[in-house]
């Protein structure tokens, strides 16, 4: 729904000077109506998230949280623990491998639908309307019934995959940490996490379909009407015309899939609880946090993950945000 | 109209590929998104040990139907059910105390960051939607200690006050976008037959914007009813306050409660939300896309 918006839209005007009275009253009713929200996101979020960075600091577990305060005694030693155990670079490959390749399948996928629907056929709308559903579907039931058809032993997919597709044995998808490998390539990618990277596909997809709807919807067709006279085939059309007009919004949905993938909790944590090699770092801080109770540990590696992300942000948006300008 | 070559070009190789490749790619895309959601479906209308021997049927064989599952899945715990019916009455609770007050806190602080000329207007629109991107992990460290501390974990009035502040800053951001859409000089006429700011926002800016806050209540109302992760936090230990999302993957991970019967709990979690992506879609598409349109 945030996609049918456009961006910022100008500013309103300026009140002229000489408009003090008027501007004055502007400015005080501007304060009034905006305090509310500033004080909840501030309470709620703003100062939570400077709280984190000082719980990082220090050595605070569930068992003595009474007696940490904001004065205690603060140290590196959670960052240096972090920073030096395997779990956690491991835990941080695998949320790049996820977040890079569910933001890859699910833009590709969105692209591809994009593409497929863009002339009009009768029931185009509810087909559209159709493969939003995924996206708009509660998280915790559509894991639940992508499980269940993945389940080695009942799963609709496992029964007509062995019957119809030849396969030897079912595939137990979720629970499963052998290495998938591509032509005999070995990937390091575990069965389960390709799932998981499948299933971000599958719900996300959707978003970058509306996104890019709207966008092709606004490319000229004399373009490519003028194109198709010169000869040019669908693909070409595609390539030389279609996809560089798209690319911007591409380059958005990117950062914007990229982010959210990278901060995911849900999916994984509810497919597969983070076990055969599908641990993020989301879900391996909710597992410092509240079943081991190290707090401060949980903290460090949270924040470790947000500063990653906003490297990873600014190196993108520096190399590709001038580019886009340019498009 | 593609130039004559002798024999099969390029162009009309793809163009054949095409006329294949796009109804069949089409269908794929509906089984996809479809298919799951039917299934699930299905399994809340079956019996376990009939799953279990069959696990490839695609409908129900005849008779086989049986409401049973939903009527265990709704039932309270004290009942032998599953206490779902419990679920979903928290689900609402906070969910529309989420829509009406963010709404509440939203509407004006959209107007103020669109209309209203004050220091640091930029910046809050900025830090807001720097929220957005935030990874929700990381608040929710804080605010599980905060709320351990507070007493308060465990009851739904704390997820709510988190729900508000977590979609407030969204709703700004959406709301600012519509009001910037509407044309200020609506307002300054209004000014000029003696209207305050107030009022003229309350009379002439608040009902053209109607579409854009009934779709940005939806959307709120699905955030807080599809949340997972801050539910799980604070209510994980108190069953009487759990939600509907929760209390499925809670039971989903027990081995007590037949699939089939966690199947109707997740059709009961995922029809709300169906129903009214559906419904906005037909009667918001319209007034959105004018809105966008004349932006």
Same mark, same amino acid.
Request: net charge neutral; hydrophobic share 55%.
């Given at each position: 729904?945030?996609?049918?918006?456009?961006?910022?839209?100008?500013?309103?005007?300026?009140?002229?000077?000489?408009?003090?009275?008027?501007?004055?009253?502007?400015?005080? =009713?501007?304060?009034?109506?905006?305090?509310?929200?500033?004080? +909840?996101?501030?309470?709620?979020?703003?100062?939570?998230?400077?709280?984190?960075?000082?719980?990082?600091?220090?050595?605070?577990?569930?068992?003595?949280?009474?007696?940490?305060?904001?004065?205690?005694?603060?140290?590196?030693?959670?960052?240096?623990?972090?920073?030096?155990?395997?779990?956690? $670079?491991?835990?941080? !490959?695998?949320?790049?491998?996820?977040?890079?390749?569910? =933001?890859?399948?699910?833009?590709?996928?969105?692209?591809?639908?994009?593409?497929?629907? /863009?002339?009009?056929?009768?029931?185009?709308?509810?087909?559209?309307?159709?493969?939003?559903?995924?996206?708009?579907?509660?998280? $915790?039931?559509?894991?639940?019934?992508?499980?269940?058809?993945?389940?080695?032993?009942?799963?609709?997919?496992?029964?007509?995959?062995?019957?119809?597709?030849?396969?030897?044995?079912?595939?137990?998808?979720?629970?499963?940490?052998?290495?998938?490998? +591509?032509?005999?390539?070995?990937?390091?990618?575990?069965?389960?996490?390709?799932?998981?990277?499948?299933?971000?596909?599958?719900?996300?997809?959707?978003?970058?379909?509306?996104?890019?709807?709207?966008?092709?919807?606004?490319?000229?067709?004399?373009?490519?009407?003028?194109?198709?006279?010169?000869? @040019?085939?669908?693909?070409?059309?595609?390539?030389?015309? $279609?996809?560089?007009?798209?690319?911007?919004?591409?380059?958005?949905? =990117?950062? !914007?899939?990229?982010?959210?993938?990278?901060?995911?909790?849900?999916?994984?944590?509810?497919?597969?609880?983070?076990?055969?090699?599908?641990?993020?770092?989301?879900?391996?801080?909710?597992?410092?946090?509240?079943?081991?109770?190290?707090?401060?540990?949980?903290?460090?590696?949270?924040? $470790?993950?947000?500063?990653?992300?906003?490297?990873?942000?600014?190196?993108?948006?520096?190399?590709?945000?001038?580019?886009?300008?340019?498009? | 109209?593609?130039?004559?070559?002798?024999?099969?070009?390029?162009?009309?190789?793809?163009?054949? !590929? *095409?006329?294949?490749? /796009?109804?069949?790619?089409? +269908?794929?895309?509906?089984?996809?998104?479809?298919?799951?959601?039917?299934?699930?479906?299905?399994?809340?209308?079956?019996?376990?040990?009939?799953?279990?021997?069959?696990?490839?049927?695609?409908?129900?064989?005849?008779?086989?139907?049986?409401?049973?599952?939903?009527?265990?899945?709704?039932?309270?715990?004290?009942?032998?059910?599953?206490?779902?019916?419990?679920?979903?009455?928290?689900?609402?609770?906070?969910?529309?105390?989420?829509?009406?007050?963010?709404?509440?806190? @939203?509407?004006?602080?959209?107007?103020?960051?669109?209309? *209203?000329?004050?220091?640091?207007?930029?910046?809050?629109?900025?830090?807001?939607?720097?929220?957005?991107?935030?990874? @929700?992990?990381?608040?929710?460290?804080? !605010?599980?200690?905060?709320? =351990? /501390?507070?007493?308060?974990?465990?009851?739904?009035?704390?997820?709510?006050?988190?729900?508000?502040?977590?979609?407030?800053?969204?709703?700004?951001?959406?709301?600012?976008?519509?009001?910037?859409?509407?044309?200020?000089?609506?307002?300054?006429?209004?000014? +000029?037959?003696?209207?305050?700011?107030?009022?003229?926002?309350?009379?002439?800016?608040?009902?053209?914007?109607?579409?854009?806050?009934?779709?940005?209540?939806?959307?709120?109302?699905?955030?807080?009813?599809?949340?997972?992760?801050?539910?799980?936090?604070?209510?994980?230990?108190?069953?009487?306050?759990?939600?509907?999302?929760?209390? *499925?993957?809670?039971?989903?991970?027990?081995?007590?409660?037949?699939?089939?019967?966690?199947?109707?709990?997740?059709?009961?979690?995922?029809?709300?939300?169906?129903?009214?992506?559906?419904?906005?879609?037909?009667?918001?598409?319209?007034?959105?896309?004018?809105?966008?349109?004349?932006?």
């Amino acid at each position: 729904m945030l996609a049918s918006k456009r961006g910022d839209g100008e500013p309103p005007p300026r009140p002229r000077h000489g408009e003090s009275a008027r501007a004055r009253e502007d400015r005080r =009713t501007g304060y009034l109506l905006i305090s509310p929200t500033v004080i +909840i996101v501030f309470t709620m979020v703003v100062l939570p998230i400077l709280w984190t960075i000082s719980l990082g600091f220090q050595q605070v577990r569930l068992l003595n949280l009474r007696q940490a305060g904001v004065i205690g005694d603060y140290s590196l030693e959670n960052f240096s623990n972090v920073l030096g155990s395997s779990g956690f $670079v491991d835990a941080l !490959l695998t949320t790049l491998v996820y977040s890079v390749a569910g =933001t890859a399948f699910a833009i590709g996928l969105g692209l591809l639908a994009a593409l497929a629907l /863009r002339r009009p056929f009768r029931g185009r709308g509810l087909v559209r309307a159709s493969m939003l559903v995924p996206y708009v579907a509660p998280v $915790v039931a559509a894991t639940f019934v992508w499980s269940t058809m993945l389940n080695p032993q009942f799963g609709v997919l496992n029964y007509y995959g062995t019957r119809l597709l030849g396969w030897d044995e079912p595939v137990a998808f979720l629970s499963s940490a052998e290495p998938v490998s +591509i032509l005999g390539f070995d990937t390091h990618v575990s069965v389960a996490l390709l799932s998981c990277v499948l299933f971000e596909a599958w719900r996300s997809f959707p978003f970058a379909f509306l996104f890019l709807t709207a966008r092709i919807q606004a490319i000229p067709e004399s373009l490519e009407e003028a194109a198709t006279v010169d000869g @040019a085939t669908p693909t070409q059309r595609f390539r030389h015309i $279609v996809l560089p007009q798209l690319l911007p919004t591409i380059a958005v949905l =990117t950062v !914007l899939r990229f982010i959210w993938t990278f901060n995911n909790f849900d999916d994984i944590y509810l497919l597969t609880g983070g076990g055969a090699g599908t641990q993020v770092v989301a879900v391996r801080v909710y597992d410092y946090l509240i079943n081991r109770g190290d707090i401060g540990a949980a903290a460090a590696q949270a924040l $470790v993950l947000a500063a990653i992300l906003a490297v990873l942000v600014t190196v993108y948006l520096k190399l590709f945000g001038r580019s886009e300008e340019a498009a | 109209m593609s130039t004559a070559t002798p024999g099969i070009s390029r162009d009309s190789v793809e163009r054949r !590929l *095409l006329l294949v490749i /796009r109804p069949a790619f089409i +269908i794929f895309l509906l089984v996809i998104s479809l298919f799951p959601f039917y299934y699930m479906v299905l399994l809340s209308f079956r019996q376990l040990d009939s799953v279990l021997q069959d696990p490839g049927a695609l409908w129900p064989s005849l008779g086989e139907i049986d409401l049973d599952t939903y009527k265990n899945v709704l039932a309270s715990t004290a009942d032998g059910g599953q206490g779902f019916l419990n679920f979903i009455k928290n689900s609402m609770l906070v969910a529309l105390g989420t829509v009406v007050i963010s709404l509440l806190v @939203a509407i004006p602080g959209a107007y103020a960051v669109s209309r *209203l000329e004050f220091f640091g207007r930029r910046q809050i629109s900025a830090v807001f939607l720097g929220v957005y991107f935030f990874p @929700a992990i990381l608040l929710a460290i804080p !605010l599980f200690v905060l709320f =351990t /501390r507070l007493g308060q974990r465990g009851t739904l009035t704390g997820l709510l006050v988190v729900y508000v502040a977590q979609v407030a800053a969204v709703s700004i951001y959406m709301l600012r976008n519509y009001f910037d859409t509407i044309p200020a000089s609506l307002e300054e006429a209004a000014a +000029i037959d003696g209207c305050t700011r107030l009022q003229a926002m309350r009379h002439v800016s608040l009902p053209l914007a109607l579409p854009a806050i009934a779709s940005n209540a939806l959307f709120v109302f699905m955030i807080a009813w599809n949340e997972f992760l801050f539910a799980l936090l604070f209510l994980v230990e108190r069953r009487e306050n759990w939600t509907v999302s929760l209390g *499925l993957s809670q039971l989903a991970g027990s081995i007590e409660v037949p699939t089939t019967v966690l199947m109707a709990g997740s059709v009961i979690l995922t029809l709300p939300i169906i129903v009214l992506f559906f419904l906005s879609e037909r009667w918001l598409a319209g007034g959105l896309t004018a809105g966008a349109e004349k932006g």
